[in-house]
């Protein structure tokens, strides 16, 4: 028989024990009279191309390492015993000589998305790997080899528990099953459950507006009256305060120096803040105040009115404008003067982001001497799932920073569609500080932390304000949870995740320290149009090299530029991998790590000058 020049996809068993099997599938040419083997096994038909090879490989190519690796698990169950087998299953990619290094993640992450699509998930181990040979014979012609190690980690006759996320479902699939989780709960138009702890979220949202009973009702469609008696609980809890017209806002704990004011009084030329902090949740306030010595608070309640009833239209509404009260702890946070404000809630309603922007307009206006501003607070991260060192975790944060000397460093989503060949067209609006020095100090700092102390200059801050935290008894938790609870999910479908292991260290990265956050410098992002969608938000992610998605600063951003402000910077916590909105376990320690990170770059800049 002649010689077979030809290209084959060729898998080979390479290491097998009771717990584990390891194949190897790779492209070459065969220079031997295959059909004279007994040890290999030619397929043919719609399988002609492939080819079985029954020997065992030796490791002779193990000295040269992986240049792609995913992880994910599967469970298994058996038919006979009813049994449920968790796996672990992991891809490592090796990719040809020409293939271009910066695209190869993502065609192994491509490319894991279509193996494990929900339509055609292969039901055994048979239909697994030859789905596996048959996206490298036909679509994947620049990965030169992969192998595929299958792990059984235990065995148990109780079935997998869901994964811990809003919507999540378990889907079964003949003989395995995988994690599945569904879009946006809200987007799918499901009841908000009634609780206190979602009560207290609302109030401490809106603080410092007052919010009145009627108002929490109609946001979530409860009735008023089923309200009433969690609003009692919490003020017997001392957690609240009620105001005129039936109206209550969040009791500042453990802080003596609130004042209850009129207006602004006047601040002594010396004492004027030349930094503004600004945050728009409680844990980011209490997170931010923390990191503040000296402090003093100033509240400002705008008078609540009762609701009214028009006659013409049945619509109720308070005759006040949306926002109008203000928050102000003064403080020293090193050499420099402080200003720190919480915003009234932001995100999801254009009324919501137009009183953030009023508020910020009004703190640099009562606040004249500020020149830097810092927003500072939660995000959701934008995980890298083949990339240890660009991969960001729950609990890291992300300072913006342009990806060049002349980008971006807030990009806002104004809108985008799909075209006909699947590529995504985004319409963005973006920023810039006319200033950089601000990400300049934080560079420094990253790489002094990367390179030169093993102990980042955050981390002193971090601890500090986690005691100064637990001793004020707050209802938040800033305590950093468990490292199991960071649960990573890629998009496969419409409607379908599938949960894949964080990407592992190579041999020369930089191992992330337990309880040390880590810093990444890249854009953040926002946008509504994309915060439900994850496939989407990933590829304007991928377009723009966001690194974080938060909920929607763009009129902020627009307040700062526009009072003129030459040096601002974004500083997000990640405490989730969507964009921070959600209160979760991961907020308060996100919080805080953004709020340390803050304070870091704050005592890296000059002291003010005395003029």
């Known amino acids: 028989m002649e010689e077979n020049t030809t290209e084959h996809v060729i898998m080979t068993p390479k290491k097998k024990t009771s717990q584990k ?7 070459q040419k065969v220079l031997k009279p295959i059909g004279e083997d007994s040890k290999v096994h030619i397929a043919g038909g719609d399988h002609q191309g492939i080819i079985i090879n029954k020997e065992m490989a030796s490791d002779a190519d193990d000295s040269v390492p992986a240049q792609v690796s995913l992880e994910f698990r599967v469970f298994l169950v058996s038919a006979h015993t009813g049994k449920h087998t968790q796996e672990s299953r992991q891809l490592l990619f090796w990719f040809q000589p020409d293939s271009k290094e910066n695209e190869n993640a993502a065609v192994a992450q491509q490319f894991f998305r279509e193996l494990v699509s929900p339509q055609e998930f292969p039901r055994d181990y048979v239909g697994f790997i030859k789905k596996i040979m048959k996206l490298m014979q036909h679509k994947y012609k620049s990965i030169k080899k992969l192998e595929v190690e299958l792990n059984q980690l235990d065995e148990t006759l109780d079935p997998p528990t869901r994964p811990l996320r809003p919507g999540a479902v378990l889907i079964t699939l003949g003989d395995c099953c995988r994690d599945s989780v569904s879009t946006d709960e809200t987007a799918l138009g499901k009841i908000v459950p009634l609780t206190e702890d979602k009560v207290l979220e609302m109030i401490e949202s809106s603080y410092p507006n007052p919010i009145t009973g ?17 609003l009692a609980e919490l003020l017997s809890k001392g957690l609240i305060k009620s105001l005129d017209h039936g109206a209550f806002t969040r009791v500042v704990r453990d802080d003596s120096d609130v004042q209850i004011v009129k207006q602004m009084p006047t601040i002594a030329s010396s004492k004027q803040p030349t930094i503004a902090i600004v945050t728009a949740q409680y844990c980011e306030k209490l997170a931010v105040d923390a990191m503040i ?11 609540v009115g009762p609701s009214v009833t028009t006659r013409t239209s049945g619509i109720r509404y308070r005759p006040t404008r949306f926002g ?11 050499a420099h003067r402080i200003v720190c404000t919480k915003l009234p809630t932001v995100g999801h309603t254009r009324e919501a982001m137009t009183a953030a922007g009023n508020t910020t307009t009004r703190l640099l206006g009562t606040f004249q001497k500020v020149d830097f501003v810092f927003l500072v607070g939660v995000g959701g991260g934008v995980p890298h799932f083949t990339d240890y060192n660009r991969h960001v975790r729950l609990g890291d944060v992300v300072v913006s920073h342009a990806t060049d000397d002349g980008g971006y460093i807030y990009v806002y989503c104004e809108g985008a569609k799909q075209k006909e060949d699947g590529v995504y067209e985004f319409e963005t609006k973006k920023w810039k500080p006319a200033n950089p020095v601000l990400q300049e100090i ?12 093993p102990s980042p200059a955050w981390m002193p801050y971090l601890k500090d304000g986690l005691s100064l935290l637990q001793s004020s008894e707050s209802e938040h ?20 995740v599938i949960e894949v292991a964080h990407p592992a260290p190579g041999s020369g990265d930089l191992i992330r320290q337990h309880g040390s956050p880590r810093v990444h410098m890249g854009p953040i992002a926002a946008g509504r149009c994309i915060s439900r969608d994850e496939q989407m938000r990933q590829a304007f992610a991928a377009e723009t090299g966001a690194l974080a998605f938060d909920s929607e600063f763009d009129a902020v951003v627009e307040s700062i530029l526009g009072n003129c402000r030459e040096s601002f910077v974004v500083v997000r916590g990640v405490a ?4 921070g909105s959600r209160r979760g376990e991961w907020q308060p320690y996100a919080a805080l790590a953004a ?17």
């Open 21 to 27: 099997t390891t194949l190897m599938i790779q492209r």
């Open 214 to 230: 009627g108002d929490i009702a109609r946001e979530n469609c409860w009735a008023e009256a089923d309200v009433e008696p969690i």
């Open 293 to 303: 010595e000296n402090k003093e608070t100033f509240v400002r309640y705008t008078t």
């Open 324 to 334: 109008e009260s203000n928050v102000y702890t003064l403080g020293n946070i090193g």
């Open 442 to 453: 934080a560079t420094k700092l990253k790489t002094q932390s990367e390179v030169a102390d």
């Open 477 to 496: 938790d800033f305590q950093m949870p468990p490292v199991e609870s960071d649960k990573l999910y890629m998009p496969i479908g419409a409607r379908e």
């Open 576 to 579: 989730d991998y969507r964009d």
């Open 595 to 611: 709020a340390s990170v803050a304070k870091a770059i704050i005592c890296g800049m000059d002291p003010p000058s005395d003029t």
